[in-house]
């Protein structure tokens, strides 16, 4: 069974022209073809409508997920900042109690209490880097493993998926429909391709744009620097 693609009339597998408008049957569209859509274009707008509507239901995973990993990632950060913190506030104690006790004395012992309070500090640095935020830092792997666990066996309850679990999240899903439905592309990996390749683009972009305003600021400098040796040199 075959159908017309000029007309759309069924017309028969034997059957050299179409009986109702006379089309070629070179251009006879199968019915096995017509079920599984001929149209790339509209079988992908499809597809990535259906993607989305089933992940975008189950998205609790990819936010806990991301959340952990920020947390893990920021542990060691956050306590580089707290060391400095501390150091900056020990040498302001420093200084505020060596002015106002201004004598041998009473510096020697601003210099004993500061030391023990950097000291200490350090020590608990040690223990919190080694012992504390180690485990900290296992028991989040943990949960974030588990979350991976639940969006892997979501994804792979879908079945044959045309989108790589990495582009999964909603806002990723949605930005490959948006491609596909302006007709930028007409299959799901050419729309992946071409998010890419944006994004490249928009890196590049940023990156020029702060080259350039740098050397704007460097040259402002530089100008700033002679005019001030030229104007040194003329008032002495």
């Known amino acids: ?7 759309g009339n069924e017309i028969s597998d034997a059957t050299n022209f179409c009986p109702k408008c006379g089309h070629e049957i070179g251009s006879v569209i199968r019915a096995d073809a017509q079920n599984t859509g001929v149209s790339s274009k509209v079988s992908s707008k499809d597809e ?15 936010q806990k997920y991301d959340s952990l990993c920020q947390k ?7 306590t580089k900042q707290i060391f400095t913190i501390v150091t900056v506030c020990a040498f302001i104690i420093y200084f505020i109690i060596g002015s106002l006790l201004n004598t041998e004395k009473s510096e020697k012992i601003v210099n004993v209490i500061c030391s023990g309070v950097y000291i200490a500090f350090i020590i608990y ?50 930005r490959i429909a948006d491609v596909i439905y302006s007709g930028r ?5 050419d729309a992946i391709n071409i998010i890419i390749d944006d994004e490249h683009k928009a890196r590049i ?5 702060a080259a350039a305003q740098n050397a704007a600021e460097a040259a402002k400098a530089a100008k700033s620097a002679a005019r001030a040796s030229w104007t040194n040199f003329f008032t002495k």
């Open 205 to 209: 972009e940023r990156n020029t744009f």
């Open 1 to 7: 069974m075959a159908f017309c693609s000029n007309c």
């Open 48 to 62: 990535i409508t259906k993607i989305l509507d089933y992940f975008s239901q189950h998205q609790e995973p990819y």
């Open 185 to 189: 592309a007409k299959e799901i990996s």
């Open 125 to 174: 640095s040690v223990y919190f880097r080694i012992f504390k935020m180690r485990k900290i830092i296992l028991k989040l792997s943990e949960e974030r493993d588990k979350a991976y666990s639940e969006i892997v066996e979501y994804y792979n309850a879908y079945g044959e998926c045309a989108v790589g679990i990495e582009y999964t999240r909603a806002n990723d899903l949605q």
């Open 72 to 78: 893990i990632n920021g542990y060691p950060r956050k």
